[in-house]
């Protein structure tokens, strides 16, 4: 009966002690596109209906996450292709290269 014995070390008690992020990430930034600090994005649900100019996304910045507003967004061979509120030039937009996109939780439906 030992041998049954639930221990700390099972993958269920794991599972159930894991905090769920308080954000999602739903994309990445490839690169920048052109010079008026347009970003090319990877989205990771071309489906999802996320990128809509006037929505926030977050991105992960040494750890924090700091608030970006979609301006504008536009079809790309490979993504998509958005402008954020205040990244108004490539070199802004450049050092957003790698940096994950996130939305938060509370943005989806909850599920009963």
């Known amino acids: 009966m030992d041998r ?3 221990n700390r070390t099972c993958p269920f008690f794991l ?3 894991m905090i769920m992020p308080e954000y999602i990430e739903i994309g990445c930034i490839m690169g920048a596109h052109g ?3 347009d970003l090319k994005i990877k989205v990771y649900n071309p489906d999802s209906n996320i ?3 006037g929505n926030t996304v977050y991105l992960k910045t040494n750890q924090q996450f700091a608030p970006y507003k979609i301006k504008k967004v536009s079809k790309a061979n490979k993504g998509i292709v958005v402008h954020f509120v205040g ?3 490539r070199d802004k937009a450049r050092d957003l290269f790698k940096y994950g996109i996130f939305v938060s939780r509370d943005s989806f439906p909850k599920i009963d």
Do not use: A, N, T
């Open 51 to 53: 990128f809509i100019g």
């Open 87 to 89: 990244i108004d030039d």
């Open 4 to 6: 049954y014995r639930f």
């Open 35 to 37: 010079v008026r600090g």
């Open 15 to 17: 599972m159930k002690s």
